[in-house]
């Protein structure tokens, strides 16, 4: 019978909650869990470290399938493990068959590039991690039994690092440039749909969060983590500031800190909020949280991911307008970019580690744009130059150029 890890969640209290990975009897798998526990302490992201969780949840399943546990796998267990990944994830979570190798992989989509680099970082953390933790390693053997100390990953983990990431060409850059132009037509938000959006809102919340995100480009989870004091109203400036202790596991993405300028207008709109009978509850019961629940459930707790989901589908179902969160982000730069903003400044605005990563997304808008700044002065002197060359240009001092 093959024995299943599942990812399930803990929860300590409203707030506090963590994840642990059980056994096909309902047990907790300790390496695991002290793995995770690490990763908490160590500050990763919520969303990441669920990722990882899951990933090796699967990846132990698979290694209990040929019966292994985690502390035996090989090279070749990890690579018959990311061939058969794929059938698992299209069963859906049906438990996979006895026989793992026995299926056609051609009837099979091949793991994305972003998917197997995923399943590498969670596979390299969680192994050093053991390495680390682990003064030796039991090892069974046919003659004796010994202990191989610290170095017993150290071959499957230098074998993991020598994989080469696998890199996507950025999918606006690909084809010609008609279908590029169109492609990022599509992506981009009109102020005429963005105004039909926030017009289809029932509540004055989810109306300001439509017209923040549109205005700021944040990623929605920095949204739904935002409270008052990040919002300075005398200096017309919303902070966006990474915190790991949001009731809803909203978190902004990296550990830096940064400020986007806001035009007057959001900022109305923010005060008409705080101050309307839809708030009041919330604001009496003291919360810290900008978008919170202001009717059902707990009032004034954070708004959760799930609720922002909801409200797209219901939004995109009222207007027709086809979007997604991540849209806003994606037109919020392209508008940035089109008013003279440079790279380093989109990049700033964005919240990018790098500036290479904004160039990677939006380097054909700055072409486009880049293009519109050629001077006309060489222009007119290439003109001038062309009508002085058509003149006979003999002189006292023996110019001729024709």
């Not at 009897?25 to 969303?47: A, Q, Y």
Request: some cysteine; overall charge neutral; aromatic content about 10%.
């Amino acid at each position: 019978m093959v024995m299943l890890m599942r990812l399930v969640k803990i929860r300590y209290s409203d707030t506090a909650v963590s994840w642990t990975v059980l056994d096909h009897d309902g047990g907790t798998v300790d390496p695991l869990r002290d793995w995770i526990v690490h990763l908490e302490e160590t500050n990763l992201s919520p969303n990441t470290i669920v990722a990882y969780a899951r990933h090796m949840a699967r990846l132990g399943s698979y290694l209990n399938a040929i019966g292994k546990s985690v502390y035996d796998i090989s090279v070749s267990d990890y690579d018959h493990f990311l061939q058969w990944l794929p059938y698992a994830l299209s069963a859906k979570d049906e438990p996979p068959p006895e026989n793992l190798v026995n299926f056609d992989a051609r009837s099979l989509q091949k793991l994305s590039p972003s998917l197997k680099n995923q399943l590498h970082l969670a596979t390299k953390s969680f192994y050093r991690y053991l390495q680390g933790r682990d003064p030796f390693e039991h090892v069974r053997g046919t003659q004796s039994q010994h202990h191989q100390g610290l170095n017993s990953y150290k071959p499957f983990l230098e074998h993991i690092n020598s994989r080469r990431t696998t890199k996507q060409k950025d999918r606006y850059l690909r084809g010609d440039i008609g279908k590029i132009q169109k492609q990022v037509t599509e992506k981009r938000l009109s102020p005429e749909s963005v105004l039909l959006l926030i017009k289809a809102c029932h509540r004055l919340r989810d109306a300001f969060l439509v017209t923040l995100l549109y205005n700021t480009g944040m990623r929605i989870g920095e949204a739904l983590g935002l409270r008052h004091t990040d919002i300075d109203l005398e200096d017309k400036i919303i902070w966006i500031i990474p915190r790991d202790d949001n009731e809803n596991g909203a978190r902004a993405k990296g550990q830096r800190v940064r400020a986007i300028p806001v035009m007057d207008y959001l900022l109305d709109m923010y005060e008409d909020f705080i101050t309307s009978d839809e708030y009041q509850d919330a604001f009496e019961a003291g919360t810290e949280y900008v978008f919170c629940n202001i009717q059902r459930g707990s009032v004034g707790r954070a708004l959760s991911r799930s609720y922002a989901e909801n409200l797209k589908n219901y939004l995109k179902q009222r207007t027709a307008v086809t979007f997604t969160w991540h849209h806003f982000r994606h037109t919020h730069a392209s508008e940035a970019i089109v008013d003279g903003y440079g790279l380093l400044e989109v990049a700033e605005r964005l919240g990018h580690a790098s500036p290479q990563t904004t160039m990677d997304f939006y380097k054909h808008l700055f072409s486009h744009e880049i293009r519109k700044l050629h001077l006309t002065g060489p222009e007119k002197l290439e003109k001038r130059l062309e009508e002085f060359r058509k003149l006979p240009h003999i002189t006292d001092r023996g110019v001729k150029w024709i």
